[in-house]
T-cell receptor
Framework: AQSVSQHNHHVILSEAASLELGCNYS??????LFWYVQYPGQHLQLLLK??????LVKGIKGFEAEFIKSKFSFNLRKPSVQWSDTAEYFC???????????FGKGTMLLVSP | KAGVTQTPRYLIKTRGQQVTLSCSPI?????VSWYQQTPGQGLQFLFE???????NKGNFPGRFSGRQFSNSRSEMNVSTLELGDSALYLC?????????????FGQGTRLTVV
């Protein structure tokens, strides 16, 4: 069965540090890829998405992600995090032929001021 | 433009009872999906409805069911509640579902079973 793996369950960074959250999926076919963020007490929001084209995608709030097909990866990056980036981050995929999101277990990011 | 609205926001139920949760999608969206979010399992897909038909179903027991109305609003029902059903239930809507569409999530209904 298809799956999505997020390598870190918890990440703690200081403000201005760089961020990279890993995401790998196990599926050999065509996929669409997403990163969602859930701020404390708020609903899931889309950070960025990859459907096709340029594998380096830019999202909201300075986040970007790179799709590397050969590595089945879609890692999320931000050059300099802020305290307000404290949230839980979810990687998700939609597989070809399906219409539902498969999520990773999430990474809780805590940014200390 | 109103977002995805889920009601109620919080529920406390007793084991053995049943519960119905409601989701109103964004206007014009015809696909509604439901997810269960728990600390241990993360987000797990329950089912998806499109134009009043269940299009996909996740790996949950038959106690979990849903439906979609002609105005795209959706309800999910859980019968014979168990303690393990305590979770945040999220609804997501999109224009037509499928690979190339973006899903928008509601704030969820937090169900506590005691």
């Amino acid at each position: 069965a298809q799956s999505v793996s997020q390598h870190n369950h918890h990440v703690i960074l200081s403000e201005a540090a760089s961020l990279e959250l890993g995401c790998n999926y196990s599926y050999g076919g065509t996929v669409n890829l997403f990163w969602y963020v859930q701020y404390p007490g708020q609903h899931l929001q889309l950070l960025l998405k990859y459907f096709s084209g340029d594998p380096l995608v830019k999202g909201i709030k300075g986040f970007e992600a790179e799709f590397i097909k050969s590595k089945f990866s879609f890692n999320l990056r931000k050059p300099s995090v802020q305290w307000s980036d404290t949230a839980e981050y979810f990687c998700a995929v939609i597989l070809s032929g399906y219409s539902t999101l498969t999520f990773g277990k999430g990474t809780m990011l805590l940014v200390s001021p | 433009k109103a977002g995805v609205t889920q009601t109620p926001r919080y529920l406390i139920k007793t084991r053995g009872q049943q519960v119905t949760l409601s989701c109103s999608p964004i206007s014009g969206h015809r696909s509604v999906s439901w997810y269960q979010q728990t600390p241990g399992q993360g987000l797990q897909f329950l089912f998806e409805y499109f134009s009043e038909t269940q299009r996909n179903k996740g790996n949950f027991p038959g106690r979990f069911s849903g439906r979609q109305f002609s105005n795209s609003r959706s309800e999910m029902n859980v019968s014979t509640l168990e303690l393990g059903d305590s979770a945040l239930y999220l609804c997501a809507s999109s224009r037509r579902g499928g690979r190339d569409t973006e899903a928008f999530f509601g704030q969820g209904t937090r169900l506590t079973v005691v």
